[in-house]
T-cell receptor
Framework: DTEVTQTPKHLVMGMTNKKSLKCEQHMGHRAMYWYKQKAKKPPELMFV???????INESVPSRFSPECPNSSLLNLHLHALQPEDSALYLC??????????????FGPGTRLTVL | QKEVEQDPGPLSVPEGAIVSLNCTYS??????FMWYRQYSRKGPELLMYTYSSGNKEDGRFTAQVDKSSKYISLFIRDSQPSDSATYLCAMSPFTGGGNKLTFGTGTQLKVEL
């Protein structure tokens, strides 16, 4: 199994809703990432988890709350979002070793629309 | 000035052409260089991963890194309509995983029949 899966594929939510995005990988990777991508822009890093601990938070607003319940799963909890948060949310994973080859593999993304 | 510069295109070529995609960067600490392909409304797919200067070939794809010029390239031989996508370069000073990648803005490529 060499893929990163994400659910749901699409999500529409109101500004008062609470929802969660889910990401799963079974490649034994110990680093997992959340990115946000707007149309015609590159992915922007939001959070990095290393060995299930949050290691990088790119000053993301608190309405986005990440969680890494175990080494295969990564969640992003959403609450009180704004319309400008509408984007493609991408999960990625990579090995975390001293090897030179720790490339990041991306999932298909969740397309989020905030009304 | 952005750390990584990439021409956004769009770049339109006929089927069978050789495509050259390029990125320049300013941070001399970058050592690990990647090319991703992203189809519309899909996640990025890793195409090539190289360390330091030199060439790497994989099928129709060749990645080149020239650290002295801070310039990286991706060549696509015998381009196909299925190669039509956005190509993102990405780079990092570190290995070890769990590190931030710096992306170019992406080049939109269209290969026409």
């Amino acid at each position: 199994d060499t893929e990163v899966t994400q659910t749901p594929k699409h999500l529409v939510m109101g500004m008062t809703n609470k929802k969660s995005l889910k990401c799963e990988q079974h490649m034994g990777h110990r680093a997992m990432y959340w990115y946000k991508q707007k149309a015609k822009k590159p992915p922007e890093l939001m959070f990095v988890y290393s060995y299930e601990k949050l290691s990088i938070n790119e000053s993301v607003p608190s309405r986005f709350s990440p969680e890494c319940p175990n080494s295969s799963l990564l969640n992003l909890h959403l609450h009180a979002l704004q319309p400008e948060d509408s984007a493609l949310y991408l999960c990625a994973s990579s090995r975390k070793t001293r090897s030179s080859y720790n490339e990041q593999f991306f999932g298909p993304g969740t397309r989020l629309t905030v009304l | 000035q952005k750390e990584v510069e990439q021409d956004p295109g769009p770049l339109s070529v006929p089927e069978g052409a050789i495509v050259s995609l390029n990125c320049t960067y300013s941070n001399s600490a970058f050592q690990y260089f990647m090319w991703y392909r992203q189809y519309s409304r899909k996640g990025p797919e890793l195409l090539m991963y190289t360390y330091s200067s030199g060439n790497k070939e994989d099928g129709r794809f060749t990645a080149q890194v020239d650290k002295s010029s801070k310039y990286i390239s991706l060549f696509i031989r015998d381009s196909q309509p299925s190669d039509s996508a956005t190509y993102l370069c990405a780079m990092s000073p570190f290995t070890g995983g769990g590190n931030k990648l710096t992306f170019g803005t992406g080049t939109q490529l269209k290969v026409e029949l």
